[in-house]
């Protein structure tokens, strides 16, 4: 607000303004400056001539009695946090000249918590499950990719490769449960090789989920997978880890640490492993991904605190995360078929993405995911995570959906 | 973080009378309810005197969380935004789920605009007892025409009971809208270009109460700025639009963590509003440019819809307070208010029903016994599978802390310890005369324990209780005729 002495008015800034396109200068004594609102007070003496001309008038005129108050303008720092502790970086595969099969994956690496912080240095990698044999459980809408490839695992991990570009594999030795066919641990070492010969990504192993088993199958599957840094899955507080440790550090693999949506649960499980001689570079963390709908809020409670203790520098949790995203599907709401819920072809990618996408808010680094088309969405959103602000250029007219058609 | 505020402050304010007649018992105990936001100060009637009206206001500014709760609406139905006071939602619940409003272009006829505003509030989901609703209409004024738009508004208006924005961004056709509008509306939008414009009009029409201004920029300063002169011109109900771009949708996420945590780490009470998305830039993005699910689909508007609902869902996992969107499709919708309802959930409570014996459909002695998770979203599908299947049963709910078959099993709450406790509470063994408990094929795995821990022959049952119907009436009686040759020898 500008109160003019000599006029007796109140002005706004634009009066002000003009008023000095016309006069060229003012001289202004006796400042009185309010927080809340700047008071310029412009005295009689010594006399300033201000010529009346009709165009001030008008604007005045114009402006009635409404009149805004102008406000100093304000600076603002964007909030950018300092982190005392930063995310390990876990890799995949080995180059040729170490004698690996040549395709290389990196997850982790973080320093922040988002991206006008400190970009990610590594997108969010995808990979895709398959197994050992044909799963007639899965979704048709899933399935109508796979089918003609179920039979033979390696033409199903060519498959992921080629059409739908996998970053990744991850083999479930299914059959070698005991209730299923109860397969050898050699036996599943035999298909290892030919995956391994098969594709040139880097392999997840996992075994069937049987406790007892799964040691024994990750043993032989790491023995002949040596010096490719494979991830083996999974190590837990229910089954003999000191196995899967031992193969794991005897072989040079990874170790996926599987938990149960409790971030001490996850960091006792990080000390056992580390305790029974795992180097922490090389375990990737799994505090479970409960599905969209069905405890995914628990999931996001869990890897958004042990996201936040390894920033802040707790290193028995700064390890990068995975999320069994593949999970998504069980989802009554995404396979069912209901006529009332509309086509389930459109609802099953989308329950995927959004339980993957979710995680991915939280941190989440590594997805095992089925679904191509939410494979394709999840990696290309990833990428935007490693961009820097400002460096992708945008065509997107904020306004143009108000007067579309 | 800002400073902590504990109950005892808010005491030291309040008349310290015990008189009760904020239905508390005393004046600590209201302190603490103001302080869980389970009270208002209105319920204080000493607070309302003018003796206190400085107390009153302090401790409104107290308790007010650093994010302003903003609505618009009717004496109806209201869009209720913000309210939040954490950037983490384990830290405190995150209040006020994010409202969703869809487009309405008032270019359509009138019969289109009032089927679309009836498809618009007549829309529902229902999951876990809960019926899961769209918030808003928008009215957009496509035609650029302000009689149109003044049309559009009274059609929507006298058809529904739903909040209304208004969007244009030119302040002479708003102008013409808010003489129209009943409601208290939300305006979309004001640029940095056009604020002066829209505060004038705001002011003449003498609405700084009555409207909820939308201020948009692509820079948080700016923002800053607009608010400051927002606040200073008494527009006090504001909301923030920071751009939403689908092709780079990090920009965007960016720019609302930047602004929710200068509001609620820095304190920076201009920033201190909630956040609008536009996913429905999304919807129009994927009609003429690549996005990830083409080639997935040939139906362009399917591509487009599915694109939206995945933007939809970024912005909600960070600091969407409100989102514009324009597909109304159940299956697209489904994910974006199931995600609302999980964000908003409050960690502190579990999303659980009583533990406890549930007869369904007037069992017998000679019904079967099915045990089930007190996780509600699994009680409410079970229950609802059931009595559409015309199943007779008792169904035992057990307290597995409100969380899921698998989820409780992997956990160890789904035991036989705990099965046990539930079938001595409940005295089920009065009320059928078999001892057969059906187990979810999800828990086959607790099997044996539970028949240790409780003497009960257990049945792995199906995988999904929609398939229970069918088990039951092609194995039921042989479960039970089985049961009783073997324990009566």
């Known amino acids: 607000m500008i109160y003019n002495d000599r006029l007796g008015e109140v002005m706004d800034l634009n009066a002000l303004i003009k008023i000095i396109e016309k006069v060229g200068k003012i001289e202004i004594e006796n400042i009185v400056i309010d927080a809340e609102e700047l008071i310029i007070n412009i005295p009689s003496s010594p006399p300033i001539t201000i010529p009346q001309t009709p165009a001030l008038k008008e604007t005045l005129a114009e402006e009635g009695l409404i009149k805004i108050k102008e406000v100093p303008e304000l600076d603002w720092e964007p909030p950018i946090e300092k982190y005392k502790g930063y995310i390990r970086e876990v890799q995949f595969g080995k180059p040729k000249s170490e004698g690996?099969?040549?395709?290389?994956?990196?997850?982790?690496?973080?320093?922040?918590?988002?991206?006008?912080?400190?970009?990610?240095?590594?997108?969010?990698?995808?990979?895709?499950?398959?197994?050992d044999i044909p799963m007639p459980g899965l979704p048709k809408p899933i399935r109508q990719y796979f089918q003609d490839v179920m039979e033979d695992p390696c033409e199903w991990a060519r498959k992921c490769v080629k059409d739908f570009g996998a970053d990744m594999i991850t083999i479930h030795h299914i059959s070698t449960d005991p209730k299923i066919k109860d397969k050898s641990p050699k036996e599943a070492a035999k298909l290892m090789e030919d995956l391994l010969q098969a594709v040139d990504v880097p392999f997840v192993i996992g075994g069937s989920g049987n406790p007892q088993k799964d040691p024994l199958v990750l043993e032989a599957c790491a023995e002949v997978a040596e010096g490719d840094r494979c991830l083996l899955a999974s190590a837990n507080l229910e089954l003999d880890y000191k196995k899967v440790v031992d193969a794991a550090m005897k072989y040079d693999h990874n170790v996926l640490a599987w938990s149960i949506m409790d971030p001490n649960m996850a960091r006792d499980l990080n000390r056992k492993l580390i305790e029974a001689g795992l180097d922490p570079n090389r375990i990737v963390m799994d505090p479970t991904t409960c599905a969209l709908g069905y405890g995914i809020e628990f999931s996001i409670n869990a890897m958004t605190r042990l996201r936040l203790s390894g920033l802040k520098g707790d290193e028995v949790v700064n390890m990068p995360m995975s999320s069994g995203t593949t999970n998504a599907n069980g989802a009554r709401e995404a396979w069912m078929v209901n006529k009332e819920w509309g086509p389930r072809e459109y609802r099953l990618p989308l329950w995927e993405i959004t339980t993957g996408i979710t995680m991915m808010l939280c941190g989440v680094d590594l997805f095992m995911m089925l679904n191509p088309i939410a494979v394709k969405t999840l990696k290309e959103i990833g990428k935007t995570l490693t961009t820097k602000p400002g460096e992708v250029k945008l065509n997107t007219n904020n306004y143009e959906w108000i007067t579309c058609p | 973080?800002?400073?902590?505020?504990?109950?005892?402050?808010?005491?030291?304010?309040?008349?310290?009378?015990?008189?009760?007649?904020?239905?508390?018992?005393?004046?600590?105990?209201?302190?603490?309810?103001?302080?869980?936001?389970?009270?208002?100060?209105?319920?204080?009637?000493?607070?309302?005197?003018?003796?206190?009206?400085?107390?009153?206001?302090?401790?409104?500014?107290?308790?007010?969380?650093?994010?302003?709760?903003?609505?618009?609406?009717?004496?109806?139905?209201?869009?209720?935004?913000?309210?939040?006071?954490?950037?983490?939602?384990?830290?405190?619940?995150?209040?006020?789920?994010?409202?969703?409003?869809?487009?309405?272009?008032?270019?359509?006829?009138?019969?289109?605009?009032k089927n679309k505003a009836k498809e618009i509030e007549n829309f529902v989901f229902e999951r876990t007892g809960e019926k899961l609703r769209l918030d808003f209409i928008v009215i957009r004024n496509a035609s650029k025409d302000a009689e149109k738009f003044k049309k559009a508004i009274e059609i929507v208006e006298k058809e529904t009971k739903m909040p209304i924005c208004l969007a244009s961004l030119d302040p002479n056709i708003i102008k013409e809208g808010l003489k129209v509008v009943k409601s208290k509306p939300m305006i979309y939008a004001a640029t940095k270009e056009t604020l002066n414009d829209f505060i004038r009009v705001i002011k003449e029409l003498k609405k700084e109460k009555d409207v909820v201004l939308?201020?948009?920029?692509?820079?948080?300063?700016?923002?800053?700025?607009?608010?400051?002169?927002?606040?200073?011109?008494?527009?006090?109900?504001?909301?923030?639009?920071?751009?939403?771009?689908?092709?780079?949708?990090?920009?965007?996420?960016?720019?609302?963590?930047?602004?929710?945590?200068?509001?609620?780490?820095?304190?920076?009470?201009?920033?201190?509003?909630?956040?609008?998305?536009?996913?429905?830039?999304?919807?129009?993005?994927?009609?003429?440019?690549?996005?990830?699910?083409?080639?997935?689909?040939?139906?362009?508007?399917?591509?487009?819809?599915?694109?939206?609902?995945?933007?939809?869902?970024?912005?909600?996992?960070?600091?969407?307070?409100?989102?514009?969107?324009?597909?109304t499709d159940i299956w697209e919708l489904m994910p974006v208010l199931t995600l609302r309802q999980c964000i908003y959930t409050d960690p502190r409570k579990p999303q659980a029903v009583e533990p406890?014996?549930?007869?369904?459909?007037?069992?017998?002695?000679?019904?079967?016994?099915?045990?089930?998770?007190?996780?509600?979203?699994?009680?409410?599908?079970?229950t609802g599978d059931f009595e559409k299947d015309n199943v007779r049963c008792w169904l035992l709910v057990m307290d597995t802390g409100g969380k899921a078959v698998d989820v409780s099993v992997a956990g160890g709450q789904y035991n036989g310890e705990n099965a046990k406790r539930l079938i001595e509470e409940t005295g089920i063994a009065e009320k059928v005369n078999h001892r057969v408990i059906i187990l979810p094929a999800l828990a086959a795995s607790t099997r044996g324990d539970i028949e240790d821990k409780t003497g009960w022959t257990c049945i792995v049952g199906t995988r999904d209780s929609s398939q229970v119907g069918d088990f039951l009436r092609k194995n039921w009686d042989k479960i039970l005729n089985e049961w009783r040759e073997k324990n009566r020898s």
């Open chain 1, 100 to 131: 690996g099969r040549g395709k290389v994956v990196k997850i982790g690496g973080q320093r922040a918590l988002y991206r006008f912080e400190d970009p990610q240095p590594n997108p969010p990698v995808v990979t895709f499950d398959i197994f």
């Open chain 2, 1 to 113: 973080m800002p400073k902590k505020i504990s109950a005892m402050d808010i005491y030291k304010l309040l008349p310290k009378t015990n008189c009760k007649k904020c239905g508390y018992p005393s004046c600590m105990a209201f302190a603490t309810k103001l302080l869980e936001k389970e009270a208002t100060v209105d319920q204080c009637p000493i607070l309302n005197t003018p003796k206190f009206e400085k107390n009153k206001k302090k401790i409104i500014e107290m308790i007010s969380p650093p994010v302003k709760e903003v609505w618009f609406g009717n004496s109806e139905k209201r869009a209720v935004m913000g309210g939040d006071e954490v950037m983490y939602r384990y830290q405190l619940s995150f209040f006020n789920p994010t409202p969703i409003g869809i487009d309405i272009s008032d270019n359509l006829s009138e019969e289109e605009i």
């Open chain 2, 214 to 327: 939308v201020l948009s920029s692509n820079n948080v300063k700016e923002l800053k700025n607009m608010s400051a002169k927002c606040l200073a011109n008494g527009i006090e109900d504001l909301v923030l639009e920071p751009h939403t771009y689908p092709e780079n949708i990090a920009e965007t996420l960016d720019l609302n963590v930047m602004i929710r945590r200068s509001a609620i780490e820095r304190e920076d009470k201009y920033l201190g509003f909630p956040i609008l998305n536009l996913p429905i830039n999304a919807y129009y993005y994927a009609l003429k440019h690549e996005c990830p699910m083409s080639g997935f689909f040939d139906d362009k508007d399917v591509v487009a819809k599915m694109f939206e609902a995945t933007i939809a869902d970024a912005l909600l996992n960070r600091y969407a307070d409100a989102l514009i969107m324009h597909g």
């Open chain 2, 356 to 382: 406890g014996l549930y007869p369904i459909g007037n069992p017998d002695e000679n019904s079967p016994v099915i045990l089930t998770t007190n996780f509600s979203l699994t009680f409410y599908t079970v």
